[in-house]
């Protein structure tokens, strides 16, 4: 194996001209089409019918997500979607309506029952007691039972997630854990309201381990408010002093127009967008050199974490969780909001807690909306994916796989390109598509040339609808 680079991806030419001309609003990409394109014309019945087609594979195994929306406090750099409540006793009633929706779903899945993965996102899944969530947990993995070698994962709040709950999700299987840090500055903590130390990740990180997780991930945000090159470096060190397994590196998804709590950051703290690529530099740099690998667009792993290994194997995969191991399965969602991707289609639950109560006690799929991808939407995915997965794209392999010729079929998303390519983000040649260095930093701009909403329908848009790029 070859010592990983530890060039910063974009030194000197990071200039704020390429910024001025690049940093937009844009996708992330975790599906395709992209969310804004889900639409009520997509019912329960269509949903139902998905159902029907996946309960047909029979043995394949599925994903689940679970979403677990309640959460003590706001954070206000937030942009998931949340209920903020120090009442415990009102996120009670919500295990009883995942436990009906929970049946809803197996009826319409007698033959399928297998999972490959389970992923318990939010808000934050450990604001439940660990009696209250081995009592949600144990009659849905009765239903929906694991493979061998499944992926059992929580998001997890250190500040709210205890010895106890890891004991009694490792009891049920649980092997996978992502802890939310975002930052250790205390200034930068306070401006956010998530004030956290760093002990309480480490003894955490310790149990998880002795406790048989692996793949243990911490997020960090980069563009918070008073961020520093110099104060994220300690941060980075911090936590690759821990030795976790995975970082996330988000960049912070600043979208107030649609969560409100942000509105309430104090906007000239915010770091201007060549601080935030110099603080996402440092942060690739610091990973680097301490032996990890670059996965995607802002994950890093150790060289044995199974991450890097998929990714070295070309079998990284990009779905509503980020990056993924687990191949192409179809995604069943449970609880508010949650978004599943079943036989060619995106669904997505209600939002609002009300009407997803009265869908499911209604005995009704909570279906809101979705959208049914179309041939090209599925090839434009592909494409998207690759490139947001391995940073090269195999033309060839495409014109294999969907029939097409590649050049042809992409003239307009190759012209569009064409422009990257005079900066040095990207090298196309007939075999393949090759991001830079440079083009890492910018890779969401690169996956918008080949989304085709993007360019019929919102690039000239006037109010933005999407986070900037950078
Ligand atoms: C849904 S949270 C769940 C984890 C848990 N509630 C916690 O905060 O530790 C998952 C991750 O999303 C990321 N996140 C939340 N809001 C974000 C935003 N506006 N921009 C970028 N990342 C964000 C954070 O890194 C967070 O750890
Ligand atoms: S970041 Fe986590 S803890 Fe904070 S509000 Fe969002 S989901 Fe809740």
């Known amino acids: 194996m070859t010592a990983p680079s530890t060039a910063r991806p974009v030194g000197r030419r990071a200039t704020a001209d390429l910024l001025a001309r690049y940093d937009r609003p844009g996708p992330r990409y975790t599906s395709y089409p992209t969310a804004v394109e889900f639409h009520d014309g997509f019912t329960a019945a269509d949903y139902d019918a998905r159902l029907a087609a996946a309960n047909a594979l029979g043995d394949a195994p599925l994903s689940l997500y679970v979403h677990l929306p309640f959460c003590e406090e706001r954070c206000l750099f937030c942009g998931c979607h949340v209920i903020v409540t120090k009442h415990k006793e009102m996120a009670a009633p919500y295990l009883d309506l995942l436990a009906r929706e929970t049946q809803l779903l197996a009826a319409r899945l007698p033959d399928r029952r297998r999972v490959a993965q389970l992923h318990l996102g939010g808000g934050t899944p450990t604001y439940?007691?660990?009696?209250?969530?081995?009592?949600?947990?144990?009659?849905?993995?009765?239903?929906?039972?694991?493979?061998?070698?499944?992926?059992?994962?929580?998001?997890?709040?250190?500040?709210?997630?205890?010895?106890?709950?890891?004991?009694?999700?490792?009891?049920?299987?649980?092997?996978?854990?992502?802890?939310?840090?975002?930052?250790?500055?205390?200034?930068?903590?306070?401006a956010v309201n998530r004030v956290q130390t760093l002990e309480q990740t480490a003894a955490l990180i310790e149990h998880a381990r002795r406790r048989g997780f692996r793949g243990i991930n911490v997020d960090l945000i980069y563009g918070l408010p008073l961020q520093t090159p110099e104060s994220f470096e300690r941060t980075v060190d911090a936590i690759i002093g821990l030795g976790v397994d995975r970082a996330a590196v988000y960049s912070f998804a600043f979208v107030p127009w649609v969560r409100g709590n942000q509105k309430k950051l104090e906007e000239d703290q915010l770091p201007d967008a060549e601080t935030k690529v110099a603080l996402f530099a440092i942060a690739r740099e610091r990973f680097l050199e301490a032996g990890y690998e670059p996965i995607g667009m802002d994950h890093f792993a150790r060289p044995d974490d199974e991450l890097a290994?998929?990714?070295?194997?070309?079998?990284?995969?990009?779905?509503?969780?980020?990056?993924?191991?687990?191949?192409?399965?179809?995604?069943?969602?449970l609880g508010i909001s949650a978004i599943g991707d079943v036989?060619?289609?995106?669904v997505q639950n209600e939002k609002k807690l009300s009407t997803y109560e009265e869908a499911v006690t209604a005995g009704v799929l909570?279906?809101?909306?979705?959208?049914?991808?179309?041939?090209?939407?599925?090839?434009?995915?592909?494409?998207i994916h690759e490139l947001m997965c391995n940073m090269r794209l195999d033309t060839g392999a495409i014109e294999r796989q969907y029939g097409i010729p590649f050049a042809p079929y992409f003239a307009d998303d190759l012209a569009e390109l064409a422009e990257y390519e005079r900066t040095g983000m990207v090298r196309v040649s007939p075999a393949a598509i090759e991001v830079t260095p440079l083009g890492e930093l910018f890779i969401r701009n690169l996956a918008m040339c080949f989304d085709r909403y993007q360019r019929e329908k919102h690039a000239a848009q006037a109010s933005p609808v999407f986070s900037r790029t950078v």
């Open 343 to 346: 036989r060619g289609a995106y």
């Open 309 to 333: 290994r998929a990714k070295r194997e070309g079998r990284l995969r990009r779905n509503f969780q980020g990056y993924t191991v687990i191949p192409g399965a179809d995604v069943i969602g």
């Open 128 to 190: 439940y007691s660990p009696a209250q969530l081995t009592a949600l947990l144990t009659p849905l993995l009765r239903e929906f039972r694991p493979i061998a070698g499944a992926e059992l994962a929580l998001e997890a709040d250190p500040r709210v997630t205890t010895i106890a709950h890891l004991d009694a999700l490792a009891d049920l299987g649980f092997n996978r854990i992502s802890l939310g840090v975002q930052d250790l500055t205390p200034a930068v903590q306070e």
């Open 366 to 383: 909570p279906v809101a909306r979705g959208v049914a991808r179309s041939a090209d939407d599925e090839l434009r995915r592909t494409v």
